[in-house]
């Protein structure tokens, strides 16, 4: 998990300014277009900014457009390029209804907006993980139900509850690779896609009812949406349906089915390219990839961009480019286990944006060595 993997020299992050409400496509289109920050990033990497409150605005080399499957006014952010008033907006911006389930929220202003909603009319609904991170979302708990939300601890139908999404007035889903905890915000890899496809959105809204309410449910996969417990075989086919190349984040390595997957892609000839955090946890596996013929690169723990995003990039530039966005990590808990979501899309708007993010990843980072 996150918070068991990161050095303390990593914390310390802000929060984002606010933004003023505009339909998310636009606030996106609108924050591309900002000018990038001087600030220092590893060479090779998407232009991040932090400004003096903590998150950043957008870097100028990847301006999200539309783009995706079934949805097609899918729209990605980059983080911590377009920092996250994205999603504040989205909160704000809401006119009947907020459905919030969050793994980690320890961001004032996030909380501060929602009991804002609360007050203004808006129905708002927030699960927070109490099977792994209670004590670290405790403070927003307590701060939430005080304010009138209605905030319940996560189900217990699954083991941990590590999904990330924000349902705003029942047409759009925000799906995040990464947690609303602003001490992580100007330094992290995660994305953001904003789901418009009216049958994600209520597949995921239908989920959201079931573990609000700590019932059993089977998730619909919608058009495009892949639920865990049991993603590996929608995961694993992804990177089996690769030909030429396949480009691969994730903050954890240890899934027995995913990394044979990927070293059946490179014994048939793919081009796979692993970019993660480096981690002792995962050296075996490093090891057995490598050996594979998986090219794999990694960044230090305390270096100055964490690899937290959860993303595979199959045969980008190609027609048959497919990609995933989600928050599930590599791991048979996570796959298996937890409750868990991400998206795949189909197409080149969003997976090239994703295949230029991971691309400048991974000409930053250090090519592996067991050494």
């Not at 990847?62 to 899918?74: E, I, K, M, S, V």
């Not at 999603?87 to 969050?102: F, H, K, N, P, W």
């Not at 799906?175 to 953001?192: A, E, H, K, P, W």
């Not at 723990?301 to 990609?323: F, M, Q, T």
Request: glycine share 8%; charged share 20%; proline share 4%.
């Amino acid at each position: 998990m996150l918070t068991t993997l990161r050095t303390a020299s990593r914390r310390g992050a802000g929060r984002a300014a606010r933004l003023t409400a505009l339909p998310l496509s636009a606030l996106v289109l609108g924050l591309s277009g900002c000018a990038p920050s001087t600030s220092a990033q590893p060479s090779g990497a998407a232009t991040a900014t932090s400004s003096g409150s903590g998150t950043g605005t957008a870097g100028t080399a990847l301006a999200p457009t539309p783009g995706g499957a079934a949805g097609a006014g899918d729209t990605l952010v980059v983080e911590p390029d377009q920092g996250l008033g994205a999603v504040y907006q989205a909160v704000t911006g809401a006119q009947r209804s907020i459905d919030l389930v969050m793994y980690e929220l320890e961001d004032a202003t996030a909380v501060s907006d929602l009991v804002q909603a609360e007050r203004r009319g808006v129905a708002v609904r927030v699960i927070l993980d109490q099977a792994y991170a209670r004590s670290e979302n405790q403070a927003a708990y307590s701060a939430l139900l005080a304010g009138g939300v209605a905030v319940h601890w996560s189900s217990t139908q699954v083991d941990i509850t590590h999904q990330k999404t924000l349902i705003v007035d029942a047409r759009e889903a925000l799906i995040m690779t990464g947690n609303l905890t602003s001490q992580y915000y100007s330094t992290t890899r995660d994305f953001v896609v904003a789901d418009t496809d009216p049958v994600d959105v209520a597949a995921i809204g239908a989920v959201f009812d079931a573990d609000f309410a700590n019932a059993p449910v089977t998730p619909s996969a919608g058009d495009d949406l892949v639920w865990s417990p049991g993603s590996e075989p929608r995961l694993a086919s992804v990177i089996e349906g690769a030909s030429r190349r396949l480009l691969v984040e994730n903050e954890e390595m240890s899934d027995p089915e995913i990394i044979a997957a990927l070293e059946a892609a490179a014994g048939r000839g793919v081009d796979v390219e692993v970019c993660m955090t480096d981690s002792s946890s995962w050296s075996s596996e490093f090891a057995a990839l490598v050996h594979a013929g998986v090219r794999v690169v990694t960044y230090a723990p305390d270096a100055s961009l964490y690899i937290h995003a959860k993303v595979i990039v199959a045969d980008p530039g190609s027609a048959d480019e497919r990609a995933f966005v989600g928050s599930e990590n590599f791991s048979s808990t996570s796959l298996d286990r937890n409750r868990e979501l991400g998206i795949v899309l189909d197409g080149p708007a969003i997976d090239g944006q994703l295949a230029a993010v991971v691309e400048g990843d991974i000409s930053a980072a250090t090519a592996w060595s067991a050494s």
